[in-house]
């Protein structure tokens, strides 16, 4: 019995672990290739470098142009999320407070951009209209409402399970409908507000596309389209490509080590009723 | 007495998402009837003109319809069988260790499509690849192949990929739906002499399938929209052009009547698809 048992285990362990494998031999690759010189790198191997090349992020962040891609990524996640996590928490409260014909459409408007795909070709019409190209405020609006749809989701069904008490009780003691929702309703939204923060956080991060469709001045490029860049120019040097990979997901992986529990709690917020 | 929620509080995401993510879907209502392009200042109506253009069978668009209809209900299986037997695995007692493996199998969905896709590039080569290199060093070198340069097998290795990348993401919401089923039913079916098998069919499945219902929409909605993975890993050659890769191909070379066209078609396929992933996400709630 005792036996069985431990058989049982180790045959799950073994599963679970292979797959675990599975999951992290490219990004491994990754970082081992990071610090190899280049003709080590030249098949991507899984060996150890002989001597760590910590010169190539060096190199890398000179010839990449990684320092303003960097600080250009932080302006659109962050800038984008803040935007999209403030309008998002705004228009869910009320949504899922009103359940009159006029809310549920606009709910249903809102949300619709889960599940409906871009028209990027109409949309460079908009963007050339509205004179949002090529320009960093252009890049966090349209980051902020790519991130919209699903945050009003996933606030609106937290707003739900909300006691409508919590926030009648301040408008009645005389709270303006503005004040009550800064005082009473954001901060026991924190929770699920940080979830919608950080997936939209990551999602702008590592999004590419639109950078690559509507900003032409490399100076405004994010880190995503800068290591596009720079693979289609050192498509040959895996070790300097892999160098520039790594910094640019360095920090999506910090973020996940810390925020996993919100990660994971938000992406089966949205399926699971629990 | 006054609202104590005032509509206009929706009225800022409702005006960001009107701006960038509705409008343009309207106006390709109006711009895919013309001939719209990069290469004459003045827009003519040209009535079914660029739907002719799509459907014509010399173009080959039906292929990149046939393409994103293979990669969709590809992927959706693989990721649903794979997470499905990776949840189980994952809810079967080891505790411990269940959350450090949720956590990395997870990982490769928190990384960029972009460098997923250089790194596979990398991986799939054909004489350095780490794949081939793998088989032939466990003496199965017949099986290595010319991943990405291979009409017929390349959307396959795309679809591997994909499945990589994105199983974990079904896997975490699988995982959740399983924890959401009370420990008792389990307990009594062992009392009745259930074998693990049996509780699987007879309980886990059933009392999954609002879950189920779930992931499965989630992933025909990202197949049939795929672009970034495809657009990284084979640029939509060697057979595997799907619907957004042709699109793009029809922008970059400034033929925004066409692009348009078939952004709209897809768009209004897109939308009939959401209307019953309303319903089924609405009675997946009531359940």
């Known amino acids: 019995m005792q036996l069985a048992r431990a058989l049982r285990t180790g045959t799950l362990n073994l599963g679970a672990g292979g797959a675990s494998l599975v999951a992290l031999t490219p990004i491994y690759l990754i970082f081992v290739n990071a610090l190899k010189t280049q003709p080590e790198a030249s098949s991507m191997g899984v060996e150890l470098p002989a001597?760590?090349?910590?010169?190539?992020?060096?190199?890398?962040?000179?010839?990449?142009?990684l320092v303003s891609a960097f600080f250009n990524s932080v302006l659109y996640s962050v800038g984008g999320t803040v935007l999209a996590v403030l309008v998002s928490a705004f228009a869910a409260y009320v949504l899922a407070r009103n359940r009159?014909?006029?809310?549920?459409?606009?709910?249903l408007l809102l949300?619709?951009?889960?599940?409906?795909?871009?028209?990027?070709?109409?949309?460079?019409?908009?963007?050339?209209?509205?004179?949002?190209?090529?320009?960093?405020?252009?890049?966090?609006?349209?980051?902020?409402?790519?991130?919209?749809?699903?945050?009003?989701?996933?606030?609106?069904?937290?707003?739900?399970?909300?006691?409508?008490?919590?926030?009648?009780?301040?408008?009645?003691?005389?709270?303006?409908?503005?004040?009550?929702?800064?005082?009473?309703?954001?901060?026991?939204?924190?929770?699920?507000?940080?979830?919608?923060?950080?997936?939209?956080?990551?999602?702008?991060?590592?999004?590419?596309?639109?950078?690559?469709?509507?900003?032409?001045?490399?100076?405004?490029?994010?880190?995503?389209?800068?290591?596009?860049?720079?693979?289609?120019?050192?498509?040959?040097?895996?070790?300097?490509?892999?160098?520039?990979?790594?910094?640019?997901?360095?920090?999506?992986?910090?973020?996940?080590?810390?925020?996993?529990?919100?990660?994971?709690s938000g992406v089966s917020a949205g399926a699971v009723k629990g | 007495m006054k609202n104590a929620y005032p509509t206009w509080f929706a009225g800022f995401a409702l005006l960001l998402t009107g701006v960038f993510v509705l409008l343009p879907s309207v106006l390709g209502f109006g711009f895919a009837f013309t001939d719209w392009s990069a290469y004459s200042k003045s827009l003519?109506?040209?009535?079914?003109?660029?739907?002719?253009?799509?459907?014509?069978?010399?173009?080959?668009?039906i292929g990149a319809i046939e393409h994103t209809a293979l990669f969709t209900v590809a992927t959706t299986v693989l990721k649903t069988v794979i997470a499905l037997a990776l949840a189980i695995l994952l809810t079967s007692g080891i505790r411990r260790l269940a959350y450090l493996h949720r956590g990395l199998i997870y990982l490769p969905a928190v990384l960029p499509v972009l460098v997923v896709g250089i790194v596979f590039r990398s991986i799939l080569d054909p004489s350095t690849g780490l794949l081939n290199t793998s088989l032939e060093l466990v003496g199965l070198g017949g099986l290595a192949q010319h991943w990405l340069t291979d009409v017929g097998l390349t959307i396959w290795a795309v679809i591997g990929v994909d499945t990589w990348r994105g199983v974990g993401y079904i896997m975490v919401i699988l995982i959740a739906g399983v924890l959401a089923i009370p420990r008792e039913y389990y307990e009594a079916a062992s009392i009745d002499g259930a074998s693990g098998r049996q509780a699987f069919i007879h309980i886990t499945l059933p009392l999954l399938m609002p879950v189920l219902a779930v992931t499965t929409v989630l992933n025909l909605l990202y197949g049939l929209r795929v672009f970034d993975m495809v657009?990284?890993?084979?640029?939509?050659?060697?057979?595997?052009?799907?619907v957004y890769t042709i699109v793009f191909d029809n922008f970059s070379r400034g033929l925004y009547g066409v692009a348009t066209a078939l952004s709209t078609l897809f768009f209004v396929v897109m939308l009939v698809l959401s209307y019953f992933v309303i319903r089924v996400m609405s009675r997946s709630e009531a359940a």
């Open chain 1, 51 to 65: 001597i760590p090349q910590w010169a190539n992020f060096g190199t890398v962040i000179d010839q990449g142009k």
């Open chain 1, 100 to 107: 009159r014909r006029r809310h549920q459409v606009i709910y």
């Open chain 1, 111 to 264: 949300i619709m951009g889960i599940a409906i795909p871009t028209n990027f070709v109409t949309l460079m019409k908009v963007m050339q209209v509205t004179h949002l190209i090529d320009s960093q405020i252009g890049m966090i609006l349209l980051y902020a409402a790519t991130q919209i749809p699903f945050s009003v989701f996933l606030i609106y069904a937290f707003v739900d399970s909300l006691p409508r008490e919590l926030d009648e009780a301040a408008f009645i003691d005389g709270c303006s409908p503005v004040r009550t929702f800064f005082a009473v309703v954001l901060p026991i939204l924190r929770p699920v507000l940080v979830t919608t923060g950080i997936l939209s956080l990551l999602n702008i991060w590592n999004e590419f596309l639109m950078p690559l469709y509507f900003l032409n001045s490399t100076s405004r490029w994010p880190m995503t389209l800068a290591v596009y860049n720079f693979f289609g120019q050192f498509a040959s040097d895996w070790s300097l490509v892999s160098a520039d990979i790594v910094l640019t997901v360095l920090p999506v992986i910090l973020v996940y080590v810390v925020a996993q529990r919100w990660i994971l």
């Open chain 2, 44 to 61: 003519h109506w040209v009535g079914l003109d660029n739907f002719a253009t799509i459907f014509d069978p010399s173009n080959d668009y």
């Open chain 2, 231 to 242: 657009f990284v890993l084979t640029n939509g050659q060697y057979g595997t052009s799907t």
